[in-house]
């Protein structure tokens, strides 16, 4: 925020206009952008909550002048499945826009506290969301959504709203086992040290024993509350005969436990209270920044299951009505104002509209949209209202599919984390057995410490940074693959992406837009090709292939008895005479020639040729996939005069026409039979067979479901530069995996030795464990980032 002052509005920071308004702050007249945002600062600064302004780090959000109107959100077919009924009050979670710094959660939680009938508070920056607790009978929930938005803060009811209650329990759970772990290894450690200072044995036996006790009591929640995880992962492990982590955490922490108390009913010489409360500590601490880096690589996920609104404007014939999203239907008519989200998927009606699709797409840049062009929920609407027929609703729509696609890929476990997992089953057996072998050998050696270097074995090597090694990483990974508009939807697609050497690509629909353009229309008499235009133009109106934009004309006939003849054009009849648009030899008799002909099967009447124009950014991406030693290839099954023409304009060397899906297969084979690893980018439709066949493959949103079997990722959006990025990032993240593998097998066998000779004390061996763990974490956490495309 460092600007000049005067420059920009106080509150947004966005540009002034030329006589702007002025508010009051902290006694210094301020210059804002709108009375929207005049009005918020006035509001802040006379409750008292100007600090807000020296707290934050980021501008506000521009406030509407207009104010919204919330008073439908009162209504108990919109509350229904949001709010939470209780006898402390009704509760609902929001999710706001605007909320972008913890000075803002800071100003939510103050402002709407002093709202009549509101009894909790609970504003997450991290998460974008406001948990509300309030009483019906003295606030309608209007009223204090009206707040948020005159503060800018614009808010939207939350989806899935069931699931962020269960994790909420969770975090809420694990926080609870941490505080008591937290003060419970506090004070064990403080009556410890007392006893560690005794080293004259010079104590007497009553106070060593009190202490002792102390100690006991103290430990106990920490073992058994804080522990729980631990003690019933163990049962669970047992129980399928399969000794894990959990096992080797639950037999070191209840050993010393039972151990120390064992010594202290019989006035023993050493007790390990101390050791088995911070193994506690430290592990809970571990698994709690594991939790929160899982929240944050699904934040995307998050971010999916809110997108779709709760509320929605449908047409009727007496005006409109504001319905639940729920409650739409195919064929409904849906009014979508400047500013608000797509509730559903369809088509856009009546007149040019530009929409925000970076939710869905990873796409900054709205994109304009035409009557009949598909809009998707989720989505934007930006500068002008539109409406739209709905198509698609609930789980059908490419939202809902998307979001699926994400839980199923975070939910996988690819062939490397499957590998870690029996690498620590089988580290925890021998260990087990090494531990018994150190304290025979110490038993013979020094009997008193036998017991204290046995722990110090079993704590020192537990493989938890071996078991978060894989899954830390992959959950970043899959974060940000979902953030860039990319989704792995096969378990090892990271891996195999990482391995390609060689990139074959399908021309249309992925290197080029799909959407062809005439470049040239002739007559074979010479004249005037329009009267042929308007007949091919009848041909193609209905008959729904990709080219029959190039044709569009508003004076086209009517044609009857069509029919598509695949591969080669189609047929029919208009204005009563026979007529073949298509492959030249089909159309006209004549050779093919890769252009588009209009006859009668015997004559020709004219000739088009029609481009399909790259998009903006193959080049930039063939060029990076080049940098990063892929070698493309195109495969397609057009004709080689427009397959050339993209080649040559993109730079790709290798390529071929006239490819069956067949023929596509053989030649990906044949590249993996001479030694390549090949990435497939295509359509994910015609070129399904090939897809499924190569190392690694990728489709296009635009031309497969989302869903789509074939394909190991679909690219949401239609950047190419995404499709090196995730090269980059895939390579990136195996280099993360090898390195957090290799830390976690070089700490357990260099740790191990130390302990088995006495250097290690059992609580130094938990402090060294939890340090290995959270140094795996930490190094994962780096694939959050998107960069560029270097390899």
Not at 472 to 478: E, G, N, P, S
Request: net charge neutral; proline share 5%; hydrophobic share 50%.
């Amino acid at each position: 925020m460092n600007r000049p002052p005067g420059s920009a509005c106080f509150h947004c920071g966005e540009p002034l206009p030329s006589d702007p308004p002025r508010v009051t702050v902290a006694g210094e007249a301020r210059a804002v952008c709108c009375h929207g945002c005049g009005a918020a600062a006035q509001w802040i600064a006379d409750a008292g909550l100007d600090d807000y302004y020296r707290l934050r780090r980021e501008d506000g959000a521009r406030v509407d002048e207009a104010a919204p109107d919330f008073a439908s959100w009162d209504r108990a077919d919109v509350q229904a499945g949001h709010v939470v009924r209780t006898a402390e009050g009704d509760q609902v979670t929001v999710v706001v826009e605007g909320m972008r710094c913890a000075a803002c959660a800071w100003l939510i939680d103050r402002a709407l506290v002093r709202e009549d009938g509101v009894l909790e508070v609970g504003a997450n920056a991290i998460t974008g969301r406001v948990r509300l607790r309030w009483d019906p009978a003295r606030a309608p929930l209007s009223r204090l959504l009206s707040r948020l938005a005159a503060l800018g803060y614009r808010p939207h009811l939350a989806q899935g709203e069931a699931a962020e209650r269960e994790r909420r329990r969770e975090r809420n759970r694990l926080i609870a086992r941490l505080g008591v772990a937290v003060l419970g290894t506090t004070q064990a450690m403080m009556f410890a040290e007392a006893l560690y200072l005794d080293t004259a044995n010079e104590m007497a036996p009553a106070t060593r024993d009190f202490f002792r006790w102390i100690t006991f009591l103290v430990s106990t929640p920490v073992v058994f509350f804080s522990g729980w995880p631990f003690l019933a992962g163990m049962a669970v492990e047992l129980r399928h005969r399969r000794p894990g982590m959990d096992t080797l955490v639950a037999t070191s922490v209840l050993l010393a436990y039972f151990a120390s108390l064992f010594e202290t009913l019989r006035g023993g010489r050493h007790v390990w209270y101390d050791a088995a409360v911070m193994f506690v500590l430290f592990l809970l601490a571990a698994r709690f920044l594991e939790l929160m880096a899982r929240r944050q690589a699904s934040a995307r996920l998050d971010t999916l299951a809110r997108a779709q609104p709760a509320l929605a404007w449908r047409r009727t014939p007496a005006g409109r009505e504001q319905v639940p999203v729920a409650a739409l239907q195919a064929g409904d008519v849906v009014l979508v104002g400047v500013g608000e989200a797509v509730p559903a998927d369809g088509a856009l009606l009546e007149a040019a509209a530009s929409f925000d699709e970076s939710l869905l797409t990873g796409e900054s840049v709205p994109v304009a949209r035409q009557p009949g062009d598909a809009l998707y929920a989720g989505s934007v609407c930006r500068e002008q209202a539109a409406a739209m027929a709905v198509q698609r609703t609930g789980t059908d729509t490419r939202l809902s599919q998307l979001t699926r696609a994400v839980e199923q890929a975070q939910a996988q476990r690819p062939r490397v984390a499957r590998l870690a997992d029996a690498v620590a089953t089988r580290f925890v057996s021998a260990l087990f057995v090494v531990a018994a072998l150190v304290f025979v050998a110490w038993w013979h050696f020094e009997p008193a410490r036998a017991f204290e270097v046995a722990l110090a074995v079993l704590v020192v090597s537990c493989p938890c940074a071996l078991s978060l090694a894989v899954p830390a990483a992959l959950a970043t990974a899959h974060g940000t693959l979902a953030r860039m508009g990319v989704l792995a939807l096969g378990a090892d697609a990271l891996e195999s992406l990482a391995r390609a050497d060689t990139v074959v690509m399908d021309k249309t629909g992925t290197l080029t837009t799909g959407r062809p353009v005439m470049a040239s229309a002739d007559a074979m008499d010479g004249g005037d090709p329009a009267p042929w235009l308007r007949i091919a133009a009848a041909l193609e109106r209905d008959a729904g292939h990709p080219i029959a934009a190039a044709f569009l004309r508003a004076d086209a006939p009517a044609a009857s008895a069509l029919r598509a003849h695949p591969g080669q054009g189609i047929a029919g009849f208009v204005e009563g005479r026979p007529y073949r648009l298509g492959r030249a030899d089909f159309a006209a008799a004549r050779p093919d020639d890769g252009a588009l002909w209009l006859g009668d099967g015997a004559r020709a009447f004219a000739r088009f040729t029609l481009e399909d124009p790259p998009r903006a950014d193959a080049a930039a991406a063939i060029a990076a996939l080049r940098a990063q030693g892929l070698a493309p290839r195109i495969l397609s099954g057009d004709g080689h005069e427009a397959v050339g023409r993209v080649a040559a304009s993109l730079g790709v060397e290798a390529h071929a026409a006239r490819q069956s899906p067949e023929q596509k297969l053989a030649a990906v084979r044949a590249l993996q039979a001479a030694g390549h690893r090949v990435l497939m980018l295509g359509d994910g439709i015609n070129d399904a067979p090939v897809l499924a066949g190569a190392d690694v493959s990728m489709a296009m949103a635009d031309g497969a479901p989302l869903a789509h079997r074939a394909a190991d990722l679909v690219l949401t959006g239609s950047s190419l530069v995404r499709v090196p990025q995730a090269v980059a990032l895939a390579r990136r993240s195996q280099r993360v995996i090898r390195q957090n593998l290799g830390w976690a097998l070089a700490y357990n066998l260099v740790a191990l030795p130390f302990a088995a000779l006495g250097w290690v004390t059992p609580g130094l061996a938990a402090l060294g464990m939890a340090a290995s763990s959270l140094v795996v974490t930490a190094n994962a956490l780096r694939l959050g980032r998107i960069e560029d495309t270097a390899p």
